[in-house]
């Protein structure tokens, strides 16, 4: 049986690391509300653009304009991945739906540009062979709009120089705690129904942000005039739609991280607590063991001088 | 008689500027400064690069700097996406 001593030990290492994935789980939780509510903020620029893309889709200049258009070239993939591990299977999950999608796609790796936001989806990518134009590390849960504009901005610059053809990103979609959904959506050729899609899913299924407000749910005029062509109104708007796809993309993948790291804790507190507890009780037991052994010995000992 | 007002929101991706009641609101549109006030006719512009003006009600006014931005207005209700 093992020394007292060395129990002493595990039991004290075992506490310790409780601490620390407990203080982690407190962390991550208050990032994750934040990121949440961030996530929500900008929901109403999303469903207002959303809206003026819908009510101009029936005009034909709409159908004509080139970021609307399907054409040959290579695909750009956005990965939104963490920085950092210790979140459970959520990089992962993102990745192998980013690989699915390119098989599904029948691209070839030459076919692939990659833009990889966050550490470690860069890096698996780049480690198989695939070309990682641009990567961003660390960014901030506060994610500015400027760095999002640096990806929509490029993605923008290839196709226009008909270097790229359609745009895909992979992140992870927050759908409450305990549930993360990896996704894969098309963001160029821009396709309305898509993006309506994507402005729905940016609630949260359950929670404090999940009621849908009551001002969210306006009608529509059917009579509205355009100033002063739809083109230029497209011109500006389409390249915004592109950003709110992208930064509610990492937003959503921000609040998945956290809250995935957040329960991955949880887990690894639990189990060191248990841990803990049952080297404590071995701990008793090979205590009293000895104690016992030493009284018997004492007694016989006691005995023998008799 | 008090003032008419339409609710007016100005929001970046991730950030809104401004949500609140306002009189009037001078933007500078593509084709030329313009104001809206309230129950304008639905309509959408594109703007150029300019500040816009806000008047509250009360007399007011507030300034929002602006370099690409889309004016919406229908139903009451306008929204300036920067």
């Given at each position: 049986?093992?020394?007292?001593?060395?129990?002493?030990?595990?039991?004290y290492?075992?506490?310790?690391?409780?601490?620390?994935?407990?203080?982690?789980?407190?962390?991550?939780?208050?990032?994750?509300?934040?990121?949440?509510?961030?996530?929500?903020?900008?929901?109403a620029?999303?469903?207002?653009?959303l809206?003026?893309?819908?009510?101009?889709?029936?005009?034909?200049?709409v159908?004509?304009?080139?970021?609307?258009?399907?054409?040959?070239g290579?695909?750009?993939?956005?990965?939104?991945?963490?920085?950092?591990?210790?979140?459970?299977s959520?990089?992962?999950?993102?990745?192998?739906?980013?690989?699915?999608?390119?098989?599904?796609l029948?691209?070839?790796?030459e076919?692939?540009i990659?833009?990889?936001?966050?550490?470690?989806?860069?890096?698996?990518f780049?480690?198989?062979?695939?070309?990682?134009?641009?990567?961003?590390?660390?960014?901030?849960?506060?994610?500015?709009?400027?760095e999002?504009?640096?990806?929509?901005?490029?993605?923008?610059?290839?196709?226009?120089?008909?270097?790229?053809?359609?745009?895909?990103?992979?992140?992870?979609?927050?759908?409450?705690?305990?549930?993360q959904?990896?996704?894969?959506r098309?963001?160029?050729?821009?396709?309305?129904?898509?993006?309506?899609?994507?402005?729905a899913?940016?609630?949260?299924?359950?929670?404090?942000?999940?009621?849908?407000?009551?001002?969210?749910?306006?009608?529509?005029p059917?009579?509205?005039?355009?100033?002063?062509?739809?083109?230029?109104?497209?011109?500006?708007?389409?390249?915004?739609?592109?950003?709110?796809?992208?930064?509610?993309?990492?937003?959503?993948?921000?609040?998945?991280?956290?809250s995935?790291?957040?329960?991955?804790?949880?887990?690894?507190?639990?189990?060191?607590?248990?841990?803990?507890?049952?080297f404590?009780?071995t701990?008793?037991k090979v205590?009293?063991?000895?104690?016992?052994?030493?009284?018997?010995?004492?007694?016989?000992?006691?005995?023998?001088?008799? | 008689?008090?003032?008419?007002?339409?609710?007016?929101?100005?929001?970046?991706?991730?950030?809104?500027?401004?949500?609140g009641?306002?009189?009037?609101?001078?933007?500078?549109?593509s084709?030329?400064?313009?104001?809206?006030?309230?129950?304008?006719?639905?309509?959408?512009?594109?703007?150029?690069?300019?500040?816009?003006?806000?008047?509250?009600?009360?007399?007011?006014?507030?300034?929002?700097?602006?370099?690409?931005?889309?004016?919406?207005?229908?139903?009451?209700?306008?929204?300036?996406l920067?």
């Open positions: 049986m093992a020394s007292l001593k060395s129990l002493k030990v595990k039991i290492s075992y506490k310790k690391t409780g601490t620390v994935t407990k203080a982690m789980q407190a962390v991550s939780a208050v990032k994750m509300r934040k990121a949440q509510e961030r996530a929500l903020s900008g929901r620029y999303a469903a207002t653009s809206s003026i893309l819908q009510r101009l889709s029936g005009t034909s200049d159908k004509r304009h080139a970021l609307l258009q399907t054409r040959t290579k695909t750009c993939l956005v990965i939104v991945t963490s920085d950092k591990g210790l979140a459970g959520l990089n992962s999950a993102v990745i192998r739906k980013a690989e699915a999608e390119i098989l599904r029948n691209l070839k790796k076919d692939v990659i833009i990889g936001v966050g550490r470690r989806g860069a890096e698996y780049a480690s198989r062979g695939y070309d990682v134009k641009l990567k961003f590390e660390n960014i901030a849960d506060g994610v500015s709009e400027d999002m504009r640096m990806v929509t901005d490029k993605v923008l610059n290839w196709h226009e120089e008909g270097e790229v053809s359609a745009c895909i990103v992979a992140y992870t979609n927050f759908i409450s705690t305990f549930e959904e990896p996704v894969v098309q963001i160029v050729p821009i396709d309305p129904e898509m993006f309506a899609l994507m402005v899913r940016i609630r949260p299924a359950k929670g404090k942000y999940s009621p849908v407000p009551a001002d969210e749910k306006a009608v529509a059917s009579v509205y005039t355009i100033e002063p062509d739809a083109d230029s109104v497209l011109r500006v708007l389409l390249p915004k739609l592109l950003n709110i796809a992208v930064f509610h993309a990492h937003i959503e993948s921000k609040a998945s991280e956290h995935a790291r957040m329960v991955a804790m949880k887990s690894a507190t639990d189990k060191a607590n248990e841990m803990a507890s049952s404590t009780r701990f008793n205590r009293q063991a000895a104690i016992t052994r030493e009284v018997s010995e004492i007694t016989s000992g006691m005995e023998a001088m008799k | 008689m008090s003032e008419k007002t339409f609710h007016l929101i100005i929001s970046s991706v991730g950030e809104t500027h401004f949500d009641e306002a009189v009037s609101a001078t933007v500078p549109g084709e030329g400064e313009l104001t809206v006030l309230a129950h304008h006719e639905p309509f959408v512009t594109a703007l150029r690069t300019g500040s816009i003006v806000v008047r509250l009600p009360g007399g007011e006014t507030k300034k929002f700097p602006n370099s690409n931005g889309i004016l919406e207005f229908s139903g009451n209700k306008a929204v300036v920067l």
